[in-house]
């Protein structure tokens, strides 16, 4: 998964929606429903890449996630209260 926040997080959503949306799918849909799936998936990894190449500055929610992860705090957790 691509390590920038904005493609993470859009990937995230995008996989989630997708199933939900598709929660009721027949098994006969399954078939296209995973060659959809792998087209998004390589446009993800294709804006991943150019990001990679042309990536300037680290954008403030990478920093903010990182340092979050650094001090231990769980994914999703709220913040402490101040």
Do not use: C, W
Not at 46 to 73: C, F, P, W
């Amino acid at each position: 998964m691509p390590q920038d926040y904005n493609f993470r997080e859009y990937a995230s959503r995008r996989i989630a929606l997708g199933f939900r949306e598709n929660m009721a799918a027949s098994s006969e849909a399954v078939p296209d429903l995973m060659a959809q799936a792998n087209v998004e998936l390589e446009s993800v990894r294709r804006q991943a890449l150019i990001n990679a190449m042309y990536h300037g500055k680290e954008s403030v929610m990478t920093a903010y996630t990182a340092q979050r992860r650094d001090a231990g705090v769980p994914p999703g957790a709220a913040e402490p209260a101040t």
